[in-house]
């Protein structure tokens, strides 16, 4: 584990991602919980998170970069897409929790950092 090849995407990555994957269990709609608030924007939530937290892991311990860069590419692109899906629920729907908004926000984070670790392996 070589914590010295981190980069600043990557560990904003990580962190929204266990942000988002523990805001599932907060308040998100009409006072439940993320899983039994979302059908399948929970699976869109679910796995964007581990993808960035699977950035942060692959990235620490895997010694090749096929698979930090496949995670990027996938945290970004599930991400990306996951952030307006869930940004138009929440404009749609009634009385969101502050989880949902929570959750917004680390999706967001998991998208951008996914970038800038994409971005700074093209630097490098």
Do not use: Y
């Not at 989880?99 to 800038?116: I, Y």
Request: charge should be positive; proline fraction near 2%; hydrophobic fraction near 60%.
């Amino acid at each position: 584990m070589t914590l010295r090849k981190l980069t600043l995407g990557e560990v904003v990555a990580g962190v929204g991602g266990a942000v988002v994957l523990a805001a599932l269990f907060g308040p998100w709609f009409d006072d439940h919980n993320g899983w039994r608030s979302l059908t399948v924007v929970a699976a869109l939530v679910l796995i964007s998170g581990v993808l960035g937290v699977l950035l942060l892991l692959t990235t620490a311990f895997q010694r090749s970069q096929a698979f930090p860069v496949t995670a990027e590419v996938l945290g970004f692109a599930f991400a990306a897409v996951t952030s307006v899906v869930l940004a138009v629920e929440l404009a749609l729907r009634s009385r969101p929790g502050w989880a949902a908004w929570v959750g917004l926000v680390a999706l967001l984070a998991v998208a951008c950092g996914s970038w800038a670790a994409m971005r700074a392996h093209v630097r490098r």
